[in-house]
Each structure stands twice: as structure tokens, then as C-alpha cells.
């Protein structure tokens, strides 16, 4: 491996290790009934936030199947960025299964973020997919429409159609030019 490469997969290895430590609910020592409690915590705060910031969300979230909900997404880095986050995916309200979020990036960025991820699984067939996937890349296994000004501006009919829903929210409010490609989704073991 040339000495490049080699400090690429550092780097992006101790980004990684960060932003797993910045979180509260990875702790691999902590008991899974209250990993799962404190992921739940979070899925709900998450969604309040999005149903009182951004007008016409909760219809849209009542429509989808499946919504998937990673409500604290660290990325930090400084040139080489990572993100973690751990979320639940809930079918009619319930929790069905607990996921990891991880991805990362190359290019002019310095600092740290949190944001919360939400995923709405629009039709049966794309919630299957992700259901039955045991790994799941975004723009690889599916596409995902995101949403980045107000709901109502951005939503018609032909957007609620589309498969899978993204929205990205921040503590200022939904993002814009904000794309999630390359983010890979697995299920934990809780």
C-alpha cells in the first residue's frame, strides 16, 4: 500500500473511531434493553423536531411504510470527514429494527456537525428491500429524493410517489444541497 493510501485509511479510520466516540448509544458495553431505550428516546425527539419545524411533515411521515429515523449523525474531520449515527426503523409507530449509519467524505470541510437523518420508506417494495438487505448503500441499492426546503414547497405528488423520502435536519432547520449517497445503513444486533 503507498504511504497516500496508507495515510488516507488513517485518517479516515481515526474519523471514524471519533465520531463513534462522540455518540452516547454506541457504547458496546452498555446493556442493549437501554441502547434500545435511548435510541427510542432520541427517534422520538427527532421526529417531534421535524413535525414542529417543518410544516407538512407529519402527513408525509403518517403516509410512508417504514420511516427510518437516525436522530444524532456525527460527522466530523478536516479535509477526510466521517459520519456515525445509530437510529431505529418503525413500521405503523413501532420500532421493528435498530441501524448504523456510516459514510464519509473527501474535500474542503474542517469541524464537527450533528444532524438528524429521517428515511421515509414511501411503497411496500422499497421497504422490503431495505427490510430484506443485509446491508444497505444509499444511490447504490436505492435512490432517496431528499426534501430540503419546507415540506410544502418541495412535496407534490410526484415527490410523495417516489420510493424512499430523505430529510436532513440540523438544529437551523432542514438542509439544503445536502445528498446522502454513499451513506451505508446496517442493522444492529439488539
Known amino acids: 500500500m503507498s504511504m497516500s ?22 457504547g458496546n458495553g452498555a446493556d442493549p434493553a437501554a441502547r434500545r431505550a435511548a435510541i427510542d428516546t432520541g427517534v422520538d425527539g427527532a421526529l417531534e423536531s421535524l413535525f414542529r419545524q417543518v410544516e407538512g411533515s407529519r402527513d408525509l411521515v403518517s403516509q410512508a411504510r417504514g420511516v427510518l429515523v437516525f436522530p444524532d449523525v456525527i460527522e466530523a474531520g478536516f479535509v477526510i470527514a466521517a459520519s456515525r449515527g445509530v437510529g431505529a426503523l418503525r413500521v405503523d409507530g413501532k ?4 441501524h448504523a449509519t456510516t459514510s464519509g467524505s473527501w474535500g474542503f470541510q474542517a469541524g464537527a456537525q450533528s444532524t ?28 432517496v429524493t431528499m426534501i430540503s426546503v419546507g415540506a410544502n414547497a418541495q412535496v407534490s405528488t410526484a415527490t410523495a410517489q417516489q420510493p424512499v423520502i430523505g430529510f436532513v435536519l440540523s438544529n437551523r432547520g432542514l438542509m439544503a444541497g445536502i445528498s446522502l449517497n454513499g451513506a451505508r445503513i446496517t442493522r444492529l444486533d439488539l
Open 95 to 98: 420500532t421493528v429494527a435498530y
Open 116 to 143: 438528524a437523518v429521517f428515511m421515509l420508506f414511501m411503497t411496500d417494495e422499497a421497504l422490503a428491500r431495505f427490510q430484506n438487505s443485509s446491508g444497505w448503500t444509499v444511490g447504490a441499492d436505492a435512490s
Open 5 to 26: 493510501k496508507r495515510a488516507f485509511v488513517t485518517a479516515v479510520v481515526a474519523v471514524l473511531a471519533f465520531g463513534a466516540g462522540c455518540t452516547t448509544t454506541t
